[in-house]
């Protein structure tokens, strides 16, 4: 269980980077798997302590075994990790653009897999050992900014038309096609599709649909809190509104539209994930 989380905000000149910072620490007498929902994001994990696997139903290759700090995604299926122990460390979501440029590499490379970072980037596993021997999670988030700035200093931009493309379909929510993406931007749709899943992992389709699952999972674990909290008040989930008022507000077809999409991301229907115990992690 999760027995300490402290969060940190990054630097100003950080923010349109990195959100925040999650600094944690938890302990698991026994084995404890949570399932991961799929995401259009990067997971960092700069760890210490009990390590864990990251394993993916699909594809056991895909995965990573006992290791406390690792990259994973983005990720178009859901995957589960397994830890017992005591752990700590500090986790960072990053968009597929603020990805693509802090790691300075296409994350076409990176889709669909988790990586210990001790194999993947130096810089990162020099970072998690200096974390590790920080006294106080104020000093940690300050070393991470530290590291970020660097990283960006020596890193180039992202192509601007691929930038706006990801700002225009991820401020619609996933609700712009690719046909009008690709006129926004001036490409081909294939031109369109090829560049955006080689520099940010997945196709515009897939991301337009992890958008708008993320959205709709996301109210699914405040509707959870609420509840929790002993708040009435309608939310967007099953058991505050029902599942069909769901679907309709996060613009998928019908009730049934909804849970299949669920099934394939999450591993799960909304229903079973709002309810308490679920080991699932929440990307909110």
Not at 2 to 8: D, F, H, M, Y
Not at 138 to 164: I, K, M, S
Request: proline share 7%; hydrophobic share 45%.
């Amino acid at each position: 269980m999760l027995t300490e989380a402290v969060i940190g905000l990054p630097d100003p000149r950080l923010r349109r980077y990195v959100d925040r910072y999650l600094g944690y620490r938890e302990q698991a007498a026994g084995p404890l798997v949570r399932r991961e929902a799929a995401g259009a994001f990067v997971v960092l994990i700069l760890g210490w302590g009990a390590p864990l696997d990251v394993t993916d139903p699909r594809a056991a290759d895909r995965g990573a075994h006992a290791t406390n700090a690792f990259l994973a995604g983005p990720f178009d299926g859901w995957c589960a990790t397994r830890t017992a122990g005591e752990g700590a460390g500090v986790q960072v979501l990053l968009s597929a653009p603020a990805a693509r440029r802090l790691l300075g590499l296409p994350l076409g490379e990176l889709a669909n897999r988790a990586v210990p970072v001790d194999r993947f980037a130096g810089w990162l596993a020099r970072l998690r050992d200096e974390l590790a021997g920080l006294p106080d999670w104020a000093g940690r988030f300050a070393r991470l900014d530290a590291a970020l700035a660097a990283r960006l200093a020596v890193t180039g931009p992202v192509d601007p038309r691929l930038l706006r493309a990801w700002r225009l379909l991820d401020g619609s929510g996933g609700g712009l096609g690719v046909a009008a993406l690709a006129e926004e931007v001036g490409w081909s749709r294939r031109h369109l599709a090829v560049r955006f899943r080689r520099e940010f992992g997945l196709p515009p389709k897939t991301v337009a649909r992890l958008l708008r699952f993320q959205r709709a999972y996301a109210m699914v674990g405040h509707t959870l809190v609420t509840a929790e909290a002993g708040d009435t008040h309608p939310a967007a989930g099953p058991g505050c509104g029902g599942g069909a008022e769901l679907a309709a507000r996060c613009g998928y077809y019908d009730q049934s539209h909804l849970i299949r999409e669920f099934r394939e991301f999450s591993g799960a229907t909304p229903a079973a994930l709002a309810r308490p115990g679920s080991h699932s992690s929440n990307p909110d």
